[in-house]
């Protein structure tokens, strides 16, 4: 509606990144942005919505809470927003209005020193009728994955849950075996021993090998490491989902060689 497209970037002064991105921006820049992608958004279910964020995962909760407030929704919304400190809550004037202009908006403010990590206590504490809404998450992988159990230790249908890292998602895939995979890059002529434990992207693996596949986000998102598997398994750790042993294409950021495998590389 505006033309005006916001980014909420938190400077890890040890990053690579956000220090770099503060420095060279201060007085303005030309980037390049690709078209948005993900399906970490609203469902047209007319169910009331439960929305667990912590830290700057607030963000595209803050986005969808706009496009209810546009749309004239109805729909109750109840927001537990967790954060490390008091002072870390962003965007509170702006929930403040909303809490007026929404009435069917609730927000709780939990902070670690005062309220301690998400519990299935603050769930039923502050969201009573959790059972009956639709909950997405989003936050640090540590928040996210204490949430679904904490989510799952209450019961909670695993279809009313969604929920969106903001950085490399866990790998947690069951093994067959725990023996070691050999991945060949099949133009670079190098083949690389992966051993099963510690599970590695295949872009750490490629990029150990002395390998530069072209890349980006390294979640999944931009899609600039697909690269074609001539055969073998591999493990999508974005859907948790395992491949066949055919030919098809990946992408490295989110996949793990769970049996030898060729690469076109």
């Known amino acids: ?9 938190r400077v890890q ?15 303005g820049g030309l ?12 469902s047209q279910s007319a169910a009331p919505l439960l929305l667990i964020a912590g830290g700057s995962g ?13 749309e004239g929704s109805a ?3 109840q927001l537990l927003y967790f ?16 809490l007026l202009d929404m009435p069917q908006f609730s927000l709780t403010l939990l902070n670690n020193e005062d309220h301690g990590f998400i519990s299935a206590e603050h769930i039923r504490e502050y969201c009573p009728d959790f059972s009956a809404r639709d909950i997405m998450i989003c936050g640090p992988t540590p928040m996210i994955q204490a949430a679904r159990a904490v989510l799952s230790e209450l019961a909670v249908d695993p279809a009313q849950i969604r929920f969106e890292y903001f950085g490399a998602a866990p790998i947690d895939m069951q093994r067959a075996n725990a023996s070691d995979t050999l991945v060949a890059f099949k133009r670079s002529a190098i083949n690389a021993d992966v051993a099963a434990e510690p599970a590695q992207t295949l872009l750490d693996v490629a990029e150990q090998a002395g390998l530069k596949p072209v ?7 931009c899609h600039q490491c697909i690269c074609k598997k ?19 294409d990946i992408q490295l950021c989110i996949s793990v060689a769970a049996s030898d495998l060729i690469l076109d590389l």
Request: with cysteine; net charge positive; charged share 20%.
């Open 75 to 77: 729909r109750p919304v």
């Open 58 to 70: 607030i963000t595209p909760f803050r986005s969808l809470l706009q496009q209810l407030q546009r």
């Open 215 to 221: 890349s980006g986000c390294r979640i999944g998102v």
């Open 31 to 42: 980037v390049t942005l690709s078209a948005a992608q993900g399906d970490f958004i609203a």
């Open 13 to 27: 002064d040890q990053g690579r990144i956000t220090p770099w991105l503060r420095q060279h921006f201060a007085g």
């Open 230 to 248: 001539e055969s073998g398994v591999v493990f999508n750790t974005k859907t948790g989902t395992y491949s066949d042993t055919g030919s098809e």
């Open 83 to 98: 954060a490390r400190h008091a002072q870390h809550f962003l965007f509170r004037e702006e929930f403040d209005r909303l």
């Open 1 to 9: 509606r505006t033309g005006l497209i916001e980014l909420t970037i």
